[in-house]
T-cell receptor, first 114, second 113 residues
């Protein structure tokens, strides 16, 4: 079955560490997205990519980095510059034009700073 | 600025009762509108979407939503709620030429047995 796989499901980070969250899709979708979810704040866009080797900052990109070397993969790195990284991170993908078909979401990664 | 508002943070209903979750949007033109559902610790699942045409749209799991241009609203409804409907519901909007959604802050639904 096609879908989006996020790993790991739970991730713990020490102060000052960089960590990378994995997102892989086998839906042949062109566009991929990273959202951050905090209680009471809904979903906020971190980065998105419409095609391979191209990506754009979202609303809260500071302290994060991404790459899109393959169509199937869109990893997110949470750097030590992100001062409050504890959150639930959701990856999504869409056929070109999310407005037409909607997003397919992964099951998320919960990141906790220890 | 474009925005999506879900005025109810929490809603509690009894099993078998009807449900209406509110969503209002602020856009220059009518956006494409969506409702998603999220179970605890999971990703979001698309319930239904509105692009144009019939203002009453049917979705999965027995949900429907009505688009009202005059009220800038896209409320989600279900005639009879089941205990398994307990989850968080998000309204979202997107406009032509964009790959990005704007999400509301969500409404958490609790269902009483």
């Amino acid at each position: 079955d096609g879908g989006i796989t996020q790993s790991p499901k739970y991730l713990f980070r020490k102060e000052g560490q960089n960590v990378t969250l994995s997102c892989e899709q086998n839906l042949n979708h062109d566009a991929m997205y990273w959202y951050r979810q905090d209680p009471g704040q809904g979903l906020r866009l971190i980065y998105y990519s419409q095609i391979v080797n191209d990506f754009q900052k979202g609303d809260i990109a500071e302290g994060y980095s991404v790459s899109r070397e393959k169509k199937e993969s869109f990893p997110l790195t949470v750097t030590s510059a992100q001062k409050n990284p504890t959150a639930f991170y959701l990856c999504a993908s869409s056929i070109q034009g999310a407005r037409d078909y909607g997003y397919t979401f992964g099951s998320g990664t919960r990141l906790t700073v220890v | 600025a474009q925005s999506v508002t879900q005025p109810d943070i929490h809603i509690t209903v009894s099993e078998g009762a009807s449900l209406e979750l509110r969503c209002n949007y602020s856009y220059g033109a009518t956006p494409y509108l969506f409702w998603y559902v999220q179970s605890p610790g999971q990703g979001l699942q698309l319930l239904l979407k509105y692009f144009s045409g019939d203002t009453l749209v049917q979705g999965i799991k027995g949900f429907e939503a009505e688009f009202k241009r005059s009220q800038s609203s896209f409320n989600l409804r279900k005639p009879s709620v089941h205990w398994s409907d307990a989850a968080e519901y998000f309204c979202a909007a997107a406009t032509s030429g964009t790959y990005k959604y704007i999400f509301g802050t969500g409404t958490r639904l609790k269902v009483l047995a």
